[in-house]
């Protein structure tokens, strides 16, 4: 009779990241949008685990002049960002 091991799964140490860039060029030379302004935005509205504005190490957001990065664990979907910056745009 012969005996089996169990399988073992083993967790990677990696995470899948998304990384998204908006690049904000136009409007802010256009002077119709402050890209700190919108960085703020993102950070108070985006939702992680149901909770607005509260980020912690699931998502970061930087600004680069006039483009803001945002990096994300899965799943995380660009839609969400695009409904957002038009959410901001309406708000103006």
């Not at 012969?2 to 990241?17: A, R």
């Not at 402050?34 to 930087?62: R, S």
Request: aromatic share 8%; glycine share 4%; net charge positive.
């Amino acid at each position: 009779m012969s005996t089996t091991k169990p399988k073992t799964v083993k967790k990677s140490g990696k995470k899948n990241i998304s990384k998204y860039t908006i690049d904000l060029l136009a409007p802010v030379e256009d002077k119709v949008l402050d890209p700190a302004n919108f960085e703020k935005f993102l950070h108070d509205k985006i939702k992680v685990n149901g909770k607005a504005g509260d980020l912690g190490e699931k998502v970061t957001i930087t600004r680069d002049k006039a483009k803001v990065l945002v990096a994300a664990e899965q799943p995380f979907s660009k839609r969400y960002l695009k409904y957002l910056t038009k959410k901001y745009l309406k708000k103006q």
